[in-house]
């Protein structure tokens, strides 16, 4: 191990009841386990002040409606969103997406318009939309990688064209860990006149994320990887421009009057906000944020860097052993073992107690562009430490030994 890893300030595993002594969880890319002051912040909320929010006249009800707002307002802050309004929560990212690809393409996207997409997406941040141009005629563009692993802007530079309306990025990919350039991307979107979304699922929990200075119009996340409960996800538009969209589903607390005859709907954010919310969820989410903060993003980052780099290191060094993505890559890793299924590799970790995930990753089209069927992956956080990476080292060593 390097001495920076060594010296690295966290490791902070004590905080985390789900981790028990000598099991090594290296699958945070696909959930982050919970601290204990988020696991605290739902019981108090179910156990000692639940109500339900924004209907009641009774102090308990007022009480939380105002946490619940509260929880609003540090999503905002920990963003650099202009104003909670721009908050809106959903169940997760999957959602988020899908709200926008229903509600602004419904209203923005008309037959000849493209979308640009980039080979390392995410599933979630490619049906959506092709079931958004299937609804309206319009038709996709694919931003290839470079060769290390990354989106490649100067290819997108050269591929965009006014008639692209919406940009839809990964800022950090869940498979390879590359980190995009989110605010050249965004000029290059706004050059054209097209809007971007950028899917920060992998981004929020591992890198200060500032969406004013990125400029994009559109950001989303979910709880749950972010060391917040499942359930609670955050879609940030710009107010101007949910103001414009329409609802997405229909229901109570998203209406302004209803009639027979005709119905009004509330202003964002709770325009989309139909029915009665995550509530406890958004709580637990306040606190996550909370403890996330408490930590620093730029140590956070710092450490899973450290972590990246030697896992990186070790790995690389068993020759049957490759690697994907780049170098720098934000707190994932990414590999394969030469004639052995991932699978398989994953299976024999989880005999060794180490636990990573194994699969196409909801990214099949960039398994194919990575001539692969499926990757293992390991994915670091601030309770793993460098005896994390000895395990996983000790793991992948054993199975070169059992296949040969």
Known sequence: MSDETREAPLDRVADFPAIPDGWAYLDTAATAQKP????????????????????????????MTRAYEAARNSVARFIGAG??????FVRGATEAINLVAHSWAATQLKPGDRILLSMLEHHSNIVPWQMAAERVGAAIDVVPLTADHR????????????????????????VLGSVLDARRATELAHDVGAKILLDGCQAVPRIAVDVAAIGCDFYV???????????????????????????????????????FAKTTYAPPPGRFEAGTPHIVGALGLA??????????????????????????????AINSVRLFGPEDSAGIVSFAIKGVHPHDVGTI????????????????????????DATARASFAVYNGPRDIEALVRGVERVTRIFG
């Open 287 to 316: 606190a996550a944020i909370d403890y996330v903060e408490g930590i620093g993003l730029a140590a956070i980052h710092a450490h899973e860097t450290a972590l990246v780099r030697d896992a990186r290191a070790a790995l690389g």
């Open 36 to 63: 204990q002051v988020v696991i605290d912040a739902i019981a108090r909320a179910y156990g000692e002040t639940y109500a339900t929010v924004h209907r009641g006249v009774y102090q308990r009800s007022a009480d």
């Open 151 to 174: 989106i490649d802007l100067d290819a997108m530079a050269r591929m965009l064209t006014p008639q692209h309306k919406m940009v839809a990025l990964a800022h950090v990919s869940n």
């Open 83 to 88: 104003t909670p309004d721009e908050i809106v």
């Open 349 to 372: 970790l989880d005999e060794e107690r180490v636990a990573i995930r194994a699969g196409h990753h909801c990214a099949q089209p960039l398994m194919e562009v990575l001539g692969v």
């Open 221 to 259: 996340f979910s709880g749950h990887k972010l060391y917040g409960p499942t359930g609670i996800g955050v879609l940030w538009g710009r107010a101007e421009l949910l103001a414009q969209m329409p609802p997405y589903q229909g229901g109570g607390s998203m209406i302004d009057r209803v009639s």
